[in-house]
């Protein structure tokens, strides 16, 4: 029986060894025992793990190419639906999406599905297998904002029904978060990211870097002057979140986003490069989430003492359970219960400690979490020279600011249509952390794939075409 | 890459560069600033725009030699370039949106030290084209580091230069410059716009407070994307968070925190200074002993 199979371990760097590189944690799975774990899919005939998939993979087809060594064809079936799965295999919550949904996990666990997204992402890349030629050009132009997930998964499928795509890239490098927020460790930068970048552009999709749309270019301008039909907004989620607490603009209180961006775009670590870090000795990084996880791995690599301050318990972290996991094996601290009232500042306006106050849960807030109460009068100290704020972000506005007709909703997020992320203006559409706040890769890419699919279908009805049959 | 269409050395350490941006120039206001990175392993550096030509699509960009990145920005000539120049960030000059009229009635006094000389240039042009008029006093250690003097006559109703050695013009700083304008020759200002050192705007705030004149000041806090993304450009204005790249780069500097803002722009300070130490010490055939360069 296949399903008696244990599922197949994953390799990966010793922990204490890991724990001061940034090569990758994961070595991911080899030709054998990805065939191996491929063996233990069950093909469901309603598989409920590509309901679970936002960009819906043909998981049951690729799989059963693996399991066939037909390791091409598994890329093939891959790229029909996501041309990331290098970066895929890697970053995305399986445990809650395509895992998270096998019948095998019912009694045991589940297909690694996401290990084997990865080694079939890998094996394409590494073995030359491109993606599949694009349609003749059609003529029409689509203006996409933003190289991220959501960016590059909506302008993929545009140029493969036929339009001319741009993207505009505020940073100086495409990827978005794959580029500045997500840790070498995790997510490799020029073996994995640019390789998958450079995929899209082999579709015919041109990316301009240095354009901030809204103070370079208005969306406006883009349509009007520069002759796009429409406009995709993957911007991302954009502002850090500080606490407001005092002592927070001490020397040494940095947003997690300031910190990984230093370490992963102007790549810190590496010496050759002109950036500076400051990780100090004792770092402590308030947050619990997947960006918490990864500042505070990437400052015990810098060299530092890591550690984790997070209000509510350990079964309320955020974080996956996986990032947890690397990271306690790794000697990174965990405060629970424990969250900052005052960062304490010596006498020339460093960070000294941080002063907290320990809390216990109370009644479940609106989010079924139970909401952490202060203990009254049990505060106490905690050493440290850098303080790393990782408390999630809020969109900036400077694209909705500077574009009449585009509503955003009291959080300052993007309003737009759930199923096809068009706007309060015709003819611009958005997705991604621009909307629905700081949220996964996968879920921005899976938006990137709706709206591309209505915007196909916005032009073709303006421009009184036939409805695209391959749009999806 | 974006060409360096025309390089003139202003004073020593100090460079002005027009550089290819088309977009940047199509877009960029008075009060505006770019960064820029001079090759991929460099850091991302923000600087104000001091003048640009929408037609034949160049922004000027004036650099002051202070740390590496800034020097290897002043070694490029004419004809190399730059990796990445992105802008316009921050908003526009406050004046950029008033009634024109309003603004003509107006008595405008700018006070430029050093290098932020260049950031005022293109405003009291504007100002100039408009039909407004504004005072400049332009403050330097001394006559050497003076710069774009001939310019900012051209442009300024009156120009007044303070020198702190007394090499040319007012022997002092540029605020007992000012206030030997107010208290001895009777000028009245309504606004003061200060740009230059942070320790000079400080002071100007300081004086011009007991004046009760409104003041604006230009901060050029550190600054990794410029986009609001890493808000390592916090400053506190009127006991509030702002960032400095998308809520100004002008603040009210009766509101602003400089001795915050001072400190935090010496963050990275001695770590820079210590990696020029080692480099030096490297190029000299010095290895650290105790493993530092590792």
Not at chain 2, 274 to 294: P, Q, V, W, Y
């Amino acid at each position: 029986m296949a399903n008696k199979i244990p599922r197949v371990p994953v390799r990966e760097q010793e922990p204490r060894v890991r724990a001061t590189n940034f090569e990758e944690v994961c070595y991911g799975y080899d030709e054998a025992e990805a065939v191996l774990e491929a063996t233990r899919c069950l093909n469901c005939k309603k598989p409920r793990c590509v309901e679970q998939c936002p960009v819906s993979v043909k998981i049951p087809q690729f799989i059963q190419a693996v399991a066939g060594r037909r390791f091409d064809e598994a890329a093939r079936i891959i790229a029909q639906d996501s041309l990331l799965p290098s970066v895929c295999g890697r970053v995305c919550p399986q445990e809650t999406q395509c895992e998270g949904a096998c019948i095998l996990g019912m009694k045991g666990e589940p297909v690694a599905i996401g290990k084997l997204e990865r080694f079939v992402g890998d094996w394409g890349r590494e073995n030359g297998i491109r993606p599949a030629a694009v349609p003749e050009k059609n003529g029409i132009k689509v203006a996409v904002i933003g190289s991220g997930p959501a960016g590059l998964a909506c302008a993929a499928d545009l140029a493969k029904m036929g339009y001319t795509v741009k993207i505009f890239e505020a940073l100086h490098k495409a990827g978005g978060v794959l580029e500045y927020g997500i840790p070498e460790f995790r997510l490799p930068k020029s073996r994995v990211v640019a390789a998958e970048v450079e995929n899209v552009k082999r579709l015919g999709v041109e990316i301009e870097t240095d354009v901030v749309v809204g103070r370079t270019v208005t969306v406006d301008q883009l349509m009007d002057e520069e002759g796009y039909a429409a406009v995709f907004i993957g911007s991302g989620a954009g502002l850090p979140r500080f606490m407001n607490i005092p002592g927070e603009n001490l020397n040494g209180v940095v947003s997690a986003n300031e910190f990984l961006t230093r370490a992963n775009l102007m790549k810190a670590f590496d010496g050759e490069y002109d950036t500076p870090i400051y990780v100090g000795k004792r770092v402590a990084v308030v947050g619990g989430g997947n960006v918490a996880m990864d500042a505070v791995r990437t400052a015990a690599r810098l060299g530092a003492e890591a550690t984790i301050v997070y209000r509510r318990s350990e079964k309320e972290l955020p974080a996956r359970v996986e990032e947890v996991h690397h990271a306690k094996e790794e000697g990174i601290e965990f405060r629970m219960l424990t969250n900052p009232v005052e960062v304490l500042g010596d006498e020339n306006g460093w960070v000294r400690g941080l002063r907290c106050i320990r809390m216990e849960l109370g009644e479940p807030d609106a989010s079924g979490r139970r909401s952490p109460v202060e203990v009254k009068g049990s505060e106490f100290d905690i050493e440290c020279d850098v303080v790393i704020m990782a408390l999630g972000t809020s969109p900036n506005p400077l694209i909705s600011s500077s574009t009449a007709g585009l509503e955003t909703n009291r959080r300052g997020c993007l309003v737009a249509d759930e199923r096809t992320g068009a706007t309060t203006r015709p003819g611009i559409f958005a997705g991604g952390d621009a909307v629905t706040g700081a949220a996964t890769v996968i879920l921005a890419m899976g938006a990137g794939r709706q709206a591309a699919g209505a915007i196909d279908a916005y032009i073709r009805e303006k421009n009184g075409m036939e409805t695209s049959e391959s749009s999806r | 890459m974006f060409r360096i269409v025309k390089k003139r050395e202003l004073a020593e350490n100090i460079c002005l560069m027009n550089v290819e941006a088309p977009r940047v120039a199509r877009s960029a206001r008075p009060g505006q600033f770019v960064i820029v990175r001079v090759d991929d392993r460099g850091e991302r550096i923000p600087l104000t725009v001091c003048d640009y030509n929408r037609e034949e699509g160049w922004v000027t960009i004036v650099t002051q030699v202070v740390g590496r990145s800034t020097r290897k920005i002043c070694a490029l000539n004419e004809g190399d370039g730059f990796a990445d120049f992105v802008g316009p960030l921050g908003k526009p000059s406050e004046f950029v949106y008033e009634n024109i009229d309003e603004l003509r009635s107006k008595r405008i006094l700018f006070i430029a030290g050093g290098v932020g000389t260049a950031p005022v240039y293109p405003q009291v042009k504007w100002l100039k084209e408009q039909g407004a008029h504004a005072d400049v006093i332009i403050g330097a250690k001394n006559k050497s580091l003076l710069i774009l003097t001939d310019e900012m006559r051209q442009a300024a109703e009156n120009l007044y230069i303070a020198t702190d050695d007394g090499s040319e013009g007012f022997k002092g700083l540029v605020t007992d410059c000012m206030r030997e304008l107010i208290d001895r020759q009777g000028k009245k200002y309504d606004v003061v716009v200060a740009i230059g050192p942070m320790i000079m705007m400080k002071f100007v705030a300081k004086t011009t407070l007991e004046y009760g004149i409104k003041t604006i000041v230009s901060l050029n806090s550190l600054m990794v994307d410029g986009t609001g993304m890493c808000g390592a450009c916090r400053v506190s204005v009127g006991g509030k968070t702002y960032f400095t790249c998308v809520d100004g780069p002008e603040f009210d500097a009766h509101q602003v925190d400089f001795d915050e803002a001072m400190r935090r722009q010496g963050m990275y300070k001695t770590i820079e200074s210590r990696i020029e130490k080692m480099e030096r010490e490297k190029a000299e055939g010095h290895s650290c002993r105790i493993g530092l360069d590792k």
